[in-house]
């Protein structure tokens, strides 16, 4: 059984990454700083340490008590607005605290990572689908942020044998089907939850942040993921460079597009709401259009996404919300 060091294990993503590594069988420490997570949301099998990966201290007393296989990196700040606001605090806590992150991984020989990113490194893109190799300009300091941690972990690659694949998600969503954990942010900036807010409280108003974007109808376009499939993506990458294969990166995505009045259309659906909306002004760094093309990770890497209906996503994350919509405060 391998043991596997989910850092960021109490956040949104790591958290149904932890409860997935779990079910599958494997062993799961998580570390974590609490700064945006969740003690209530960690797997009760997962051993858990609170720190900063940014701490070389606090990772070395972890690497010395746990005999670590692998890393899945997923606690890097990831709100584009906020990135906007404070570049330097995304800069220090994404880019420095891969470094430190590698920097112990090489003193106690540890030789693979999965790393979450993101397709925010693409920034605009000027085709309908994005590729691996599609251009890469990042709008945001959080995008920029995870391109110099791609680079980052290319040349330590290079220069320490220090396998990674890099995971560019588009946009997780959803929740677990159990119901236990699900997607909960003090400043709540996705999609789907802001709009299952207001579902589960008709008092609130569903905020559209632009209307006139260059899409066919106004608002921007996403594709959207469910949580369970980005993780199943991870245990492959896992396996992908067990195997002996190349360092990489391969994109996230169900290769579907859907606007933001898409989804809005879609949550009603599913959960029989108004959901009173206005328009208000864009948010920085917000781009048209992001899609993925991933058939390189359906190709190497075997991953076949099992939510392939925006409504399945959707009803996952509505049933978390509604049963808890104050999230893992009681």
């Known amino acids: 059984m391998e043991t596997i060091l989910v850092a960021g294990g109490a956040g949104y993503i790591g958290s149904h990454m932890v409860y997935y590594l779990i079910d599958k069988g494997f062993d ?8 945006t997570g969740f003690r209530e949301s ?9 720190g900063d990966t940014r701490d070389k201290t606090f990772l070395r007393k972890l690497f010395v008590k746990e005999q670590i296989d692998a890393v899945i990196h997923m606690d890097a700040y990831s709100i584009v607005p906020e990135s906007v606001e404070n570049p330097l605090k995304y800069f220090d806590n994404n880019v420095i605290g891969v470094i430190s992150l590698l920097e112990v991984m090489k003193e106690y ?3 693979r990572i999965v ?12 085709s309908k689908y994005i590729l691996e190799d599609s251009s890469k300009n990042p709008i945001n300091p959080y995008g920029d942020s995870k391109l110099m941690m791609e680079r980052i972990m290319h040349w330590v690659d290079q220069s320490d044998g220090i396998k990674y ?4 998600y588009f946009n997780a969503a959803g929740a677990h089907p159990n119901g236990q954990i699900g997607e909960a942010h003090s400043n709540e900036t996705h999609l789907i939850p802001n709009i299952l807010k207001v579902a589960a409280d008709d008092s609130l108003m569903f905020h559209i942040y632009g209307n006139d974007y260059k899409t066919p109808d106004g608002t921007n376009v996403r594709d959207y993921i469910h949580i369970l499939d980005l993780a199943e993506a991870h245990i492959l990458a896992l396996e992908y460079m067990k195997s002996g294969n190349p360092s990489t990166a391969f994109n996230l995505g169900s290769n579907q597009g859907y606007s933001v009045k898409e989804i809005l259309d879609a949550t009603r659906e599913v959960t029989d709401k108004k959901i009173p909306t206005t328009i208000s002004p864009r948010r920085s760094g917000d781009p048209d259009v992001l899609v993925a093309d991933s058939k390189k990770a359906r190709e190497i890497l075997g991953w076949t996404p099992q939510y392939s209906d925006i409504k399945d996503i959707i009803r996952t994350a509505w049933n978390w919300h509604k049963n808890n919509p104050k999230g893992y405060i009681k």
């Open 42 to 50: 960690v797997h009760p099998k997962a051993r858990f340490y609170q």
């Open 165 to 168: 694949v890099a995971l560019r």
């Open 28 to 35: 799961v420490v998580v570390a974590d700083n609490l700064s």
């Open 115 to 126: 790393f979450s990113t993101t397709a925010a490194v693409y920034g605009r893109s000027e």
């Open 109 to 111: 020989g540890i030789k």
